[in-house]
């Protein structure tokens, strides 16, 4: 808030200013007035910005000259967001006195900056520069508090300088058209803030609050034909607290968000992570290493491939208030030291609300601290070469505005930008608008690539790690899926060594992509040995066999294993080629057949794979034993309808089939 200080008496004093010399002048007033006036300093402290107003108006009607009214009234209307008019007040009070207020000059560059008058805005700052090296003793407001906001405005003035010159330069080439609202579907009298859409951009996630002592709560609503549905909670995620801005991996398997006050938070707010299904989420827990600390953790924005974390926080370190850091995933899963993202992103006021593009070479954000249009701007800096971040730039009109604007998102194929603001004409409070993003404010494209590895014969997933030429190397999940975010154009080397499979090495160029859905890639990996291996029912298994019950004998040997292992034990190795030897001698065998089973914990896909391993196990010990196996067959969830213990199911058997 502008200091307003009332002088009564000036000393009469000269300085050298525009080659003239020219008095300050003299301000008396009769007592009536600066009683009406220390009337409206009150209620100026008091955040009452009209009732101050009207006090100062009643001093500047009987003394329409009177600069600290003229002053004051300026800041009334600066801090109830009416620029425009602050502006009048302020330089009509400079008209009158150049030598009444130093610090004046700033405040006057700061209005013209906030209605989007940047040269005039430049012409200012740089006159209050040119003040510098003057005396204090020269002006009339020059007490200690004014010489302790002229020392703030200056540690400003460089940025301020660079904020006027960078919009004179963007201004030509940024023609960002206007922005649009998106309706009372998503929007009402309530805050709707932090926007985050799903790849396809059918689907939005949003916080909502309904008034200033409710919770904060994530809201997700669709337009399955274009037209946004009335938003609603997410089920079964919300709780008592506050619930803030999420973001995901843009392989949309997993959420991180914000939680506060829950059981093992360990300040205000901490940074979580979650899985998602749909709009289902489950599995919340803090984010492990040492990104959340004993501070305020809060709107995390994971980049795209989930290696680097980016957050607001008030931790020990920082610049003032909240600043934006990063963690990076280390090899154990855990976050590692933040960092802070430095002073051409970070100042004394509040930076919050991050968010990284795909390539993350662009950071945007929303800052109280760098030169605005009002409360608080939306912002962008891009990396440097050298891994740090330029000077940060103000996204100009009409993105921003008088008003608040915060927690900007760009959508998959970053052509589209989505923030919330509180300006007029919206349904209520905070608002979700939207905006077409100028190409000159785009990122390097990237294309979402999702792989699955699998074995050639049996199309069964494989769990192996993926290596790369020229990035991380990659674990499969137990769908054999992989997920990588890569520059488009580029050309992907990989080569994969599993167990069991013959080595793969491969190349793939990639396409620019739109990413509303995944660029696929489908690597199948040959097996070492080709065992004929059927999947399907255990039913229809056993009436594969073409076989003459009344010509046929049966011998049958089961060999159990671990839960989730499918190596067996040396006894059960023994027990095995027994049975083989006593199988095969002097019999005449018609087929041997091997069938896995696998328990009913964990899915289909997991346990049909196992159900495979353990078949494979025992069909290898039978190929180098010299034994001919015909069929194998795989029953991943064991025989359900069966009275057995589940561990009696985690078993292989060899049927051997004998002529009569």
């Given at each position: 808030m502008p200091k307003v200080l009332l002088i009564l008496t000036l000393t009469l004093c000269f300085f050298h200013l525009k080659a003239q010399e020219e008095p300050a002048r003299i301000?008396?007033?009769?007592e009536e007035y600066v009683k009406i006036h220390h009337e409206g300093e009150k209620a100026l402290l008091q955040l009452k910005y009209k009732d101050a107003l009207s006090s100062f108006k009643k001093v500047l009607k009987k003394f329409p000259e009177f600069a600290p009214a003229m002053r004051s009234a300026g800041a009334c209307y600066e801090l109830m967001g009416e620029f425009e008019e602050a502006s009048k007040f302020y330089l009509k009070a400079l008209e009158g006195n150049p030598r009444f207020?130093?610090?004046?000059?700033y405040e006057a560059g700061k209005m013209f900056y906030q209605t989007g008058k940047y040269k005039q805005a430049l012409a200012y700052f740089e006159q209050f520069d040119s003040l510098r090296n003057i005396e204090a003793a020269y002006f009339a407001y020059n007490g200690l508090e004014e010489q302790k906001i002229e020392e703030s405005y200056y540690e400003k003035?460089?940025?301020?300088i660079r904020a006027c010159t960078v919009a004179l330069d963007s201004m030509t080439f940024w023609n960002i058209p206007g922005v649009?609202?998106?309706?009372?579907?998503?929007?009402?009298?309530?805050?709707?803030?932090f926007p985050y859409l799903t790849n396809d951009g059918n689907t939005i996630y949003y916080t909502t609050r309904k008034n200033e002592k409710s919770d904060e709560n994530l809201y997700f609503s669709s337009r399955p034909k274009g037209e946004w549905r009335s938003g609603e909670p997410v089920d079964g995620f919300n709780s008592r607290e506050n619930e803030g801005m999420i973001s995901m991996v843009r392989d949309g398997r997993r959420m991180f968000f914000t939680a506060c006050q829950r059981q093992a938070v360990l300040g205000p707010c901490d940074i979580w992570e979650a899985r998602m299904e749909g709009h289902r989420v489950y599995d919340e827990k803090p984010v492990t290493g040492y990104a959340n600390s004993g501070g305020w953790e809060s709107q995390a924005s994971i980049s795209c491939d989930g290696g680097t974390l980016y957050f607001a926080s008030n931790r020990e370190g920082g610049f003032g208030g909240t600043d934006i850091w990063l963690s990076r995933k280390m090899n154990d899963g855990r976050w590692s030291e933040p960092e802070n993202l430095g002073p051409n992103v970070n100042t004394s006021g509040d930076e919050e609300a991050p968010f990284i593009s795909n390539d993350e070479k662009v950071l945007y954000f929303s800052s109280t601290g760098h030169l605005g249009l009002g409360e608080q701007d939306i912002f962008m800096t891009r990396m440097k070469e050298d891994g740090t971040w330029d000077y940060a730039v103000n996204l100009g009109m009409p993105v921003n505005s008088s008003y608040r604007e915060l927690g900007i998102y760009l959508t998959a194929d970053g052509k589209t930008g989505y923030f919330s603001s509180n300006r007029a004409g919206g349904q209520g409070g905070m608002d979700i608008y939207k905006f077409e993003l100028p190409e000159q404010l785009s990122s390097e494209p990237i294309?979402?690539?999702?792989?699955?590895?699998r074995d050639s014969i049996t199309q069964l997933p494989v769990k192996t790690v993926v290596r790369f030429d020229n990035r991380p190397a990659v674990e499969t999940d137990e769908n054999g899926r992989f997920f990588l975010c890569v520059k488009a154009f580029d050309t992907l080397r990989m080569d994969i060594r599993a167990e069991d499979y013959h080595p793969y090495r491969n190349q793939f160029a990639i396409p620019k992509w739109d990413n509303r859905a995944y660029y696929n890639l489908?690597?199948?990996l040959d097996p070492l040995f080709r065992l004929p291996v059927y999947q399907g029912e255990l039913t229809e298994a056993r009436a594969v066999p073409a076989l003459n019950p009344s010509q046929t004998l049966e011998m049958r040997h089961a060999i159990l294993f671990d839960f989730d292992g499918a190596e067996m034990k040396p006894a059960d190795v023994d027990k095995l080629d027994s049975f083989l030897e006593d199988a095969f001698s002097g019999k005449s065998v018609q087929n041997v057949e091997i069938i896995g089973y696998a328990d009913d914990i964990g899915t289909d896909v997991y346990n049909l794979a196992l159900s495979e391993k353990r078949a494979k196990t025992v069909g290898v010990h039978l190929k180098n034993k010299g034994v001919r196996v015909d069929k194998i067959y795989i029953e991943g969830k064991g025989e359900a309808q069966n009275n057995r213990p589940k561990w009696q199911n985690r078993r292989v058997e060899v049927v051997v089939y004998l002529n009569k």
């Open positions: 301000y008396i007033i009769p207020s130093r610090a004046l000059y003035l460089p940025g301020s649009t609202n998106l309706g009372s579907a998503i929007n009402s009298g309530a805050d709707e803030y294309t979402y690539v999702e792989g699955y590895v489908n690597l199948l």
